[in-house]
């Protein structure tokens, strides 16, 4: 049994086009992978906080020398790193906001990309430690990005997850949802057509580091 986390970061609802392809990911997935646990990590409905200096002293400071604030700070960015730590597929949901990933998004990415939890600083260069992970990207754009300068979404969010270790990552584009009614269906169309198609048996590989 594998364990799948989900990030919705949208914050639209049912009309929202990256919520609908998450259900369409898990309606899919719980045929290919009954027994799989599925666990969903809304930072829309329930926003994280951004970065701040509490959170940087809950990380640098030694236990006995945090204030109360900042061992509030470090027991959610454990809890959202724990739960990054024990999935082996994660499944991100992203409507492009002004070209790039929702703040939300990015707040939570900060709780979680870790000196020595998720990545390691070495001599050479600094090494992910999330290796055999596999990742899947559902984003829903109001136009057409794919290819374009002006994605800052794709580049970001592959840059950082292989950044932490995972290599595997697949992107799913819903284009132009905002142009027409005909965009908008041949877009969600083409997407889970995309999805269809990524259903084979993942059997996570063993971690080394």
């Known amino acids: 049994m594998s364990s799948v986390l989900i990030i919705e970061s949208s914050a639209r ?19 290919a992978h009954p027994t799989d646990q599925i666990i969903i990590r809304d930072v829309a ?22 204030s109360e604030i900042e061992e509030v700070c470090l027991e959610r960015s454990n ?19 002004n070209f790039t990933i929702p703040s939300t998004l ?12 998720t990545f390691r600083y070495t001599p050479a260069r600094p090494q992910g430690l999330l290796t055999g992970k596999r990742a899947i990207v559902l984003t829903a754009r109001g136009a057409i990005h794919a290819g374009d300068s002006s994605d800052h979404q794709e580049p970001y969010l592959r840059q950082v997850l292989s950044f932490i270790g995972i290599h595997d990552i697949t992107f799913i584009h819903a284009e132009g949802v905002n142009l027409s009614k005909d965009f908008r269906e041949k877009g969600f ?6 999805l269809a198609g990524r259903f084979e048996p993942f059997r996570p590989e063993s971690n080394s580091n």
Do not use: C
């Open 189 to 194: 169309r083409h997407a889970t057509t995309l």
């Open 45 to 66: 409905l329930n926003p994280i906080p951004h970065m701040d200096a509490n959170l940087l002293g809950g990380w640098m400071k030694a236990a006995g020398q945090r």
């Open 106 to 117: 990015k707040a939570w990415l900060d709780h979680v990309i870790r000196a020595g939890v």
């Open 13 to 31: 609802q049912q009309e929202s086009v990256s919520r609908q392809l998450t259900q369409q990911f898990i309606s899919q997935w719980r045929v």
């Open 79 to 97: 809890e959202l790193t724990n739960e990054l730590l024990a999935s082996d597929v994660l499944v991100i949901a992203s409507p492009m906001y």
